[in-house]
């Protein structure tokens, strides 16, 4: 037991520093793009996508605050102005700055060197690469050079093969990773020696799923691309794996996490579901100027009109708020109990009850993490434990494990998605008993359904 404390102790001290030490970019900061599609190669060919793909990600940059100026069909010459004019306007927008420079097109690694290929280039020999492409450890350079917060660099190469058999001797597709540029997070949508697949609905694989992923609240810029990754693997049946690299050391979110919700708010939502006149008397005076107050008002009103407001005398709106606590099992939800009845029973049982839920928490996260085809094996092997699950235990994050995971969320108090692999979700499964899993649970009467991937899925 004293092991077990000593342990929780040094990784609540290990998780307080890292929190302390890292910060996240203020959501205030200015945010500036500069988005390039080549698809109109001279001697090339002509790509399908990647000019309706720079389209697709200067919306959703857009829709993320972002300031993004959108350019097409570059040659060498428009090419390397475009970054540097970029790179200075980074600089002038001040050190807050975050600046995201995103390219669909052609490019092409050659002797350990990652290279973008603009519309003009004739590469017949190897040695017509360096002399007619932009090396991507440039745009990287320029960017770090800028001197402000964050620069995201983002490459959606590699289409195909366009180079003359006489090119593929020292020349390969794909993008080897980078070393890290200080400030600079570099992401690539395939690796060396692997073509990037333009897609075949007007978007390619990597870039469709970037830009549903930065819209979704609340995911770090990691937990971003990780998805990316992970979704480019699977819907190309793993010939297609991104990869980044980063030396950064701020947390960005291109959507922050909401808000946690205020005392009051809780307190509100409290009263409203226990139809109890006391919380919202109690809301009213400790929040008199609150939104929440003037709501607060009118229920209290219309309860005392009828039977609704004689509660009984044993629920204090202390021991009203536990029960909430209990129910909702969130340490905000019991950390609301302390604050607000500080000197009672109930704020002792709050209090070690918001301590334990952030013991489970801290002792999770310094547990191994899994991701892809191995974390939804392990989701797998607990869906069937919890006789949840009929499908192949294959790894595909497929219609039958969405299901099977939709019905497990019901057997657990702690919520998590179920139409997205997480290791929340696995962690939740694993603390289920065998005996309460869904073989003993009746099907719901009236289904509720969620639209995931142009398919229903119901409870």
Same mark, same amino acid.
């Given at each position: ?10 990784v %609540? ?6 929190a302390?030490?890292? #910060? ?5 900061a200015p945010?500036?793009?500069?988005v390039?599609g080549?698809?109109r190669y001279?001697?090339?060919g002509?790509l399908?996508n990647?000019?309706? =793909?720079a ?5 959703r940059?857009r ?9 097409a069909?570059?040659?060498? #010459?428009?090419?390397s102005?475009?970054? &540097?004019e970029?790179?200075q306007k ?24 990652n290279y973008?290929?603009p519309?003009?280039?004739?590469i #017949? ?13 440039r ?5 770090a050079?800028s ?8 490459v959606?190469?590699?289409?195909d093969?366009?180079?003359p058999p006489?090119?593929s001797?020292g020349?390969t597709l794909g993008l080897?990773p980078?070393g ?7 992401a690539s949508?395939?690796?060396?020696g692997k073509a ?9 694989p ?8 930065i ?9 971003v ?5 992970r979704?480019?693997r699977?819907? %190309?049946g793993?010939?297609q794996?991104?990869?980044e690299?980063?030396?950064?050391e ?8 909401p ?12 009263a409203? &579901?226990?139809?109890n ?6 809301l ?8 929440e ?6 229920a209290?009103a ?5 039977a609704?407001?004689?509660a009984?005398?044993?629920a ?8 909430r606590?209990?129910?909702?099992? %969130?340490?905000?939800a019991?950390?609301l109990?302390?604050?607000l009845f500080p000197d009672?029973?109930e704020?002792d049982?709050a209090r070690?009850?918001?301590s334990?839920?952030? &013991?489970i928490t801290?002792? =999770?996260s ?5 991701e ?6 392990l989701?797998q ?12 235990q294959?790894g595909?994050?497929d219609?039958a ?5 939709r019905?497990a969320?019901q057997?657990?108090d ?7 692999p997480?290791?929340?979700?696995l ?8 005996k =309460? ?5 009746k ?8 639209r995931v991937n142009? &398919?229903?899925?119901?409870?």
């Amino acid at each position: 037991m004293i092991l077990a404390v000593a342990v929780i102790v040094q990784v %609540t001290s290990a998780v307080c520093a890292a929190a302390q030490t890292r #910060k996240p970019v203020a959501d205030s900061a200015p945010r500036i793009a500069l988005v390039i599609g080549n698809a109109r190669y001279a001697k090339l060919g002509t790509l399908a996508n990647p000019v309706s =793909d720079a389209q697709l990600m200067a919306e959703r940059l857009r829709q993320t605050g972002f300031d993004v100026d959108l350019v097409a069909d570059r040659d060498l #010459k428009s090419l390397s102005q475009d970054v &540097e004019e970029f790179a200075q306007k980074v600089k002038a927008r001040g050190p807050s700055t975050v600046a995201v420079l995103y390219y669909a097109g052609h490019g092409v690694e050659s002797d350990g060197v990652n290279y973008l290929v603009p519309i003009n280039a004739d590469i #017949k020999r190897r040695a017509d690469i360096v002399s007619q492409s932009l090396p991507v450890k440039r745009l990287a350079d320029r960017l770090a050079a800028s001197g402000n917060a964050l620069n995201i660099l983002i490459v959606d190469a590699c289409r195909d093969n366009p180079f003359p058999p006489g090119v593929s001797g020292g020349a390969t597709l794909g993008l080897v990773p980078m070393g890290a540029v200080f400030g600079v997070f570099i992401a690539s949508a395939t690796g060396s020696g692997k073509a990037a697949f333009d897609g075949e609905d007007g978007h390619s694989p990597y870039t469709k799923a970037l830009a549903d992923a930065i819209t979704v609240p609340g995911e770090r810029l990691e937990d971003v691309f990780k998805s990316v990754r992970r979704q480019v693997r699977l819907s %190309t049946g793993e010939q297609q794996i991104p990869w980044e690299s980063t030396s950064l050391e701020l947390d960005f979110y291109f959507v922050p996490p909401p808000l946690p919700p205020s005392q009051a708010a809780q307190l509100l939502a409290a009263a409203k &579901e226990t139809g109890n006149v006391a919380l919202y008397d109690l809301l009213i005076d400790r929040f008199p100027a609150s939104p929440e107050a003037n709501d607060a008002r009118a229920a209290a009103a219309e309860l005392r009109k009828g039977a609704a407001a004689r509660a009984p005398a044993a629920a204090s709106p202390a021991s009203l708020v536990l029960d909430r606590a209990r129910q909702t099992r %969130t340490p905000e939800a019991y950390d609301l109990v302390a604050a607000l009845f500080p000197d009672t029973p109930e704020a002792d049982e709050a209090r070690a009850a918001a301590s334990r839920l952030r &013991e489970i928490t801290v002792l =999770d996260s310094a547990g191994p993490t899994y991701e892809g085809r191995e974390l939804v094996q392990l989701i797998q092997e607990q869906l069937v434990r919890l006789d949840c699950f009929g499908g192949e235990q294959g790894g595909i994050f497929d219609a039958a494990t969405i299901r099977g995971l939709r019905r497990a969320s019901q057997l657990s108090d702690e919520h998590f998605l179920w139409y997205r692999p997480t290791m929340a979700a696995l962690r939740a499964l694993k603390k289920v008993d065998g005996k =309460d899993g869904c073989a003993g649970r009746k099907t719901v009467a009236a289904p509720r359904c969620l639209r995931v991937n142009n &398919e229903d899925f119901c409870q």
